[in-house]
């Protein structure tokens, strides 16, 4: 099986929620420890020290006010499901998803006509030792206010990805 192109496209789609919290736990560890993204007059958020909603609602604001240097963090996924230049849907053959990466990955396995791969490699997995922000999905879950930032910036993630949208997001 093959596209236009004369290649088998595929890709994973994440949760927009969970997207959304494991990028913004990146960019604040990294920020925080002084990394990468750690230049504060780019990224006032880390400089925030009151509680993990405090520091997510500033990240918000950076996020919406200019994008930040962290886009590949907080970028849609349609974005990157999109042609650059043009920005066309790209056509997929097969598009899985994380939560169900076993799954479809067989399916891929079998669509592919592909040797099974006994155990995935794990590529840039969760670094380590580094002082992670107190947010986690349940904090974010148990508000509305940052449920709606999310909602917002991710609104065709959860349009386009079939993924079901907070009950408490306004669109």
């Known amino acids: 099986m093959q596209s236009t192109q004369g290649f088998f496209v595929f890709g994973f789609v994440r949760d927009p929620l969970e997207r959304f919290l494991s990028g913004f736990h990146t960019v604040a560890k990294r920020g925080a420890a002084g990394g990468a993204y750690g230049d504060s007059k780019r990224m006032p958020f880390v400089r925030v020290t009151h509680d993990g909603k405090t520091q997510m609602e500033a990240f918000f604001r950076d996020v919406i006010r200019n994008g930040g240097p962290w886009e590949e963090h907080t970028a849609q996924q349609a974005y990157y499901l999109s042609h650059p230049q043009s920005k066309v849907p790209i056509a997929f ?21 592909l040797a099974h791969v006994r155990k995935m490699p794990r590529r840039n997995p969760a670094e380590r030792g580094a002082t992670r922000n107190p947010m986690s999905m349940s904090d974010l879950r148990a508000s509305s206010e940052l449920l709606q930032l999310v909602c ?4 065709q993630d959860f349009l386009c990805l079939n993924y079901s949208m907070p009950a408490v997001c306004n669109l």
Do not use: A, I, P
């Open 152 to 155: 917002d910036v991710y609104q």
């Open 93 to 113: 053959d097969f598009l899985g998803s994380v939560e169900l990466f076993k799954e479809d990955w067989q399916v891929l396995e079998t669509m592919l006509d």
